[in-house]
């Protein structure tokens, strides 16, 4: 976050508050603020995917500077990024939902909570808010930023960081 301009202070940017409902997480744009839902947290696995989630919105934020509120496509591809490189479409949690593939599943699943987030957020249609999904999936799903990969695992994430910190040097030797 900090290469890419915003600081990130825990004590100001996270938030933990009662949610209504089944919310786990939210990022408030307004105030550049994480918050996640104390009441619907209840193990660690799930807590690193909400915050990964949120943190790529913030990355968004900063990076894209995404117009949450009037620009429906920004909104629709942060949360196709969120969906594909949090975790939310693991093999694991997918097991756990019972929903599982081979050809294609990690795009279905991912296109699917990205749907289930935007729904969630705005006031659209279900037609309004696929079309938006769809017209940004494939450019937002290609978008690994800043893991340059999808971290599939914890392995994977360890690969992702060790090779976003040797970026720099890379790019140096050319």
Same mark, same amino acid.
């Given at each position: 976050?900090?290469?890419?301009?915003?600081?990130?202070?825990?004590?100001?940017?996270?938030?933990?508050? %009662?949610? %209504?409902?089944?919310?786990?997480?939210?990022?408030?744009?307004?105030?550049?603020q994480?918050?996640?839902?104390?009441? *619907?947290?209840?193990?660690q696995a799930?807590?690193?995917?909400?915050?990964?989630?949120?943190?790529?919105?913030?990355f968004?934020?900063?990076?894209?500077?995404?117009?949450?509120?009037?620009?429906?496509?920004?909104?629709?591809?942060?949360?196709v990024?969120?969906?594909?490189?949090?975790? %939310?479409?693991?093999?694991? *949690?997918?097991?756990?939902?019972?929903?599982?593939?081979?050809?294609?599943?990690?795009?279905?699943?991912?296109?699917d909570?990205?749907?289930?987030?935007?729904?969630?957020?705005?006031?659209?249609?279900r037609?309004?808010?696929?079309?938006?999904? %769809?017209?940004?999936?494939?450019?937002?799903?290609?978008?690994h930023?800043?893991?340059?990969r999808?971290?599939?695992?914890?392995n994977?994430?360890?690969?992702a960081y060790?090779?976003?910190?040797?970026?720099?040097r890379?790019?140096?030797n050319?």
């Open positions: 976050m900090k290469q890419s301009g915003c600081t990130v202070y825990k004590e100001r940017h996270f938030s933990c508050e %009662d949610c %209504d409902g089944i919310v786990s997480g939210g990022f408030d744009a307004t105030t550049s994480i918050v996640l839902c104390q009441n *619907n947290i209840h193990q799930h807590m690193n995917r909400v915050v990964t989630h949120e943190l790529i919105h913030s968004d934020h900063c990076r894209a500077h995404v117009d949450w509120f009037d620009n429906f496509k920004h909104l629709a591809c942060s949360e990024r969120a969906a594909n490189l949090s975790g %939310d479409c693991s093999f694991s *949690n997918e097991l756990s939902r019972f929903k599982f593939g081979l050809k294609q599943h990690h795009q279905e699943c991912v296109r909570r990205a749907l289930r987030s935007v729904l969630a957020v705005r006031k659209v249609s037609e309004e808010a696929e079309k938006a999904v %769809d017209e940004v999936f494939e450019s937002c799903f290609n978008d930023e800043p893991f340059g999808i971290p599939h695992s914890k994977d994430a360890k690969y060790r090779d976003f910190q040797n970026r720099d890379y790019y140096a050319l």
